[in-house]
T-cell receptor, first 109, second 113 residues
Framework: SQQGEEDPQALSIQEGENATMNCSYKTSINNLQWYRQNSGRGLVHLILIRSNEREKHSGRLRVTLDTSKKSSSLLITASRAADTASYFC?????????FGKGTRLHILP | NAGVTQTPKFQVLKTGQSMTLQCAQDMNHNSMYWYRQDPGMGLRLIYYSASEGTTDKGEVPNGYNVSRLNKREFSLRLESAAPSQTSVYFC????????????FGDGTRLSIL
């Protein structure tokens, strides 16, 4: 049973452009996390935003959270080839976290 | 700086065979998890262990068993492998469940023929 749903499923942009991915969820949350997965590797945690926060930054990453709309966005600025990966949102539920199906991001040279 | 270590990295089994996937973490984390990842399905939680001595079912526990051997190690066992269990299996750990980042191993790619 999926809690978070990423949009779009796939995204291709030119190197240097900004990439935006969205996550919508169904029930109330305490926090929302974003992870990156490079091909053939495990997931790597990027950022955690709590339900009482609206925006959080980490380097070239900017995450927003709108609890009234039950949605979050991940913005990657000035994209690089190394940003090519799948990105997942994860929301907490019943003391566990539930992952979405991910957005596949491809950075074109 | 090993983090979460999974063994083996690859395995091919025949239907009906059994095997155990091993996972160890060196971050002194309390909580550990087993997920499976299938194309187009994202990650689905199989079992988790909130703390040493406890285990609980996740979303897709059927056909699997787990053992939290000690604080470091959490194993996943397939008693009688089925083709539907062909997947990539990930182990993860976190300080505690729910609201802390999880740290992942690089996965075990399992094929059941």
């Amino acid at each position: 049973s999926q809690q978070g749903e990423e949009d779009p499923q796939a995204l291709s942009i030119q190197e240097g452009e900004n990439a935006t991915m969205n996550c919508s969820y169904k029930t109330s949350i305490n926090n929302l996390q974003w992870y990156r997965q490079n091909s053939g590797r495990g997931l790597v945690h990027l950022i955690l935003i709590r339900s009482n926060e609206r925006e959080k930054h980490s380097g070239r990453l900017r995450v927003t959270l709108d609890t009234s709309k039950k949605s979050s966005s991940l913005l990657i600025t000035a994209s690089r080839a190394a940003d090519t990966a799948s990105y997942f949102c994860a929301t907490d539920r019943d003391d566990k976290i539930i992952f979405g199906k991910g957005t596949r991001l491809h950075i074109l040279p | 700086n090993a983090g979460v270590t999974q063994t083996p990295k690859f395995q091919v089994l025949k239907t009906g065979q059994s095997m155990t996937l091993q996972c160890a973490q060196d971050m002194n984390h309390n909580s550990m998890y087993w997920y499976r990842q299938d194309p187009g399905m994202g990650l689905r939680l199989i079992y988790y262990s909130a703390s040493e001595g406890t285990t609980d079912k996740g979303e897709v526990p059927n056909g699997y068993n787990v053992s939290r051997l000690n604080k470091r190690e959490f194993s996943l066992r397939l008693e009688s492998a089925a083709p539907s269990q062909t997947s990539v299996y990930f182990c993860a750990s976190s300080g505690r469940t729910g609201n802390q980042p999880q740290h992942f191993g690089d996965g075990t790619r399992l094929s059941i023929l």
